[in-house]
């Protein structure tokens, strides 16, 4: 009884919950059912029909998908965010996880005012280093290429990296370190046999991050990549697609849909994560 009681009493915020998701998954819905729809259909009706009326195989087909990816370049487009968004979530991890297992574990001057200044960085705007980056860029004569990226993402994704799994190492036992550099284990050592393998869920949930923003992104790609389409990614192409196609506008949702279905499978796959990179975020080192 008294657990039915405990039950019934959190009914209301189940209620609230599912009515939340079902809001924030309505659009999705509809972009998913229209991206397979006829375009006759898509002009004559609205995507909820489909719940009111039989199933019509009429109105459904797979010739969206295949016309964007052939005639639209979505499959190189595709391919060029994986190009980008893989290194440029790599890089980042690794270089904070170097910095962040400094920070927690190893004395030097200014370490703590050098900490401060790299979360100091997590409230400088992106669009207040725009212009300086992209002139050293175009001075050495890396913009429009994928290395411009690859080091954009880098150094904005850095700071939130390092205070992430700064916070994670820091809150490691003391002792574990202290018995392993007493046994003649050196920093390297304890880094590498001890912190990376304690940190797999911090680094896992901070993966999933910086992935999700890197292959969402469209500012930084526009600013440092431009129009050249031999390296424009799938949000960049998708934005232009909204103004060229016209009269074929029933290709956006399959076009849209395509930008999406990583990131869901990532999320969905490994969403346990993201309440473990929170809560790492969150503890005292």
Do not use: C
């Not at 915020?13 to 998954?25: G, K, P, R, S, Y």
């Not at 719940?51 to 499959?75: H, I, K, M, S």
């Not at 994928?146 to 003391?174: C, D, Q």
């Not at 202290?178 to 046994?183: F, I, N, P, R, V």
């Amino acid at each position: 009884m008294k657990k039915l009681r405990k039950t019934l009493s959190k009914f209301p915020l189940h209620i609230v919950v599912i009515t939340i998701a079902l809001i924030w998954m309505t659009p999705s819905l509809g972009v998913l059912i229209n991206s397979f729809r006829t375009s006759q259909a898509m002009k004559t009706s609205g995507w909820w029909t489909m719940f009111a009326t039989p199933f019509n195989f009429t109105q459904w087909t797979l010739e969206n998908y295949a016309t964007v990816l052939a005639t639209q370049d979505l499959a190189r487009s595709f391919r060029n965010s994986l190009l980008i968004s893989i290194p440029a979530t790599i890089l980042p991890i690794l270089i904070a996880a170097f910095a962040a297992y400094a920070f927690s574990w190893m004395e030097f001057p200014g370490r703590q005012v050098l900490f401060s200044i790299v979360v100091g960085l997590l409230v400088v705007p992106l669009q207040m280093t725009f212009v300086p980056i992209y002139a050293a860029f175009n001075k050495i004569g890396i913009t429009g290429t994928f290395l411009a990226i690859w080091a954009a993402h880098t150094g904005y994704g850095l700071p939130f990296a390092v205070y992430l799994l700064r916070n994670f190492l820091g809150a490691l036992p003391k002792d574990l370190f202290e018995s392993a550099w007493l046994d003649g284990a050196s920093f390297w050592t304890a880094f590498w046999r001890l912190a990376l393998p304690l940190s797999v869920p911090s680094l896992a949930s901070l993966a999933i991050f910086q992935f999700l923003w890197v292959w969402n992104d469209l500012l930084v790609a526009l600013i440092y990549l431009g129009g050249t389409p031999s390296v424009a990614p799938l949000t960049v192409r998708v934005a232009n697609l909204v103004n060229s196609l016209g009269a074929d506008w029933h290709l956006l949702p399959a076009a849209a849909f395509i930008s999406m279905i990583l990131p869901l499978i990532v999320f969905f796959s490994m969403q346990q994560y993201f309440v473990r990179g929170i809560l790492a975020g969150s503890v005292k080192g």
